[in-house]
């Protein structure tokens, strides 16, 4: 397969920009869900208080998931930057071209992702 061309690297770099993008979105329609839950007890029962502090911590819990991912596209994003994108962290071979389709931020080939 060869080492990434810089038809593919310009590629690589569009589809890394396009996931942050996106995870920025979805971080301005999750904002509200993760704020601090407040509710009147004489109008809203306990059971409604208890669905709004688990929804909550579902938002929140997606943020950080958000967060994991944005650490996976700079990491990618330095990987292009010293050359060693398209290679596997673990084992240094190559990742194929459909996984790193899949996923442009992925850093380990398959058998290495499967341990």
Do not use: H, K, W
Not at 8 to 34: F, K
Not at 42 to 53: P, T
Not at 66 to 76: D, L, P, T, V
Not at 97 to 107: E, K, M, N, S, V
């Amino acid at each position: 397969m060869g080492a990434i061309t810089i038809p593919n690297v310009a590629e690589a770099r569009a589809r890394l920009l396009a996931a942050l993008e996106a995870i920025d979105a979805e971080d301005d329609l999750g904002r509200d869900g993760q704020n601090t839950v407040m509710l009147d007890q004489q109008s809203v029962g306990r059971l409604s208080r208890m669905d709004a502090l688990q929804q909550q911590a579902m938002a929140r819990a997606t943020q950080g998931r958000r967060e994991a991912q944005r650490r996976r596209i700079a990491a990618a994003f330095a990987r292009l930057d010293e050359g060693e994108y398209g290679y596997c962290t673990e084992c240094g071979e190559e990742i194929s071209a459909a996984r790193l389709a899949l996923d442009p931020a992925t850093p380990t080939c398959l058998s290495c992702a499967r341990g």
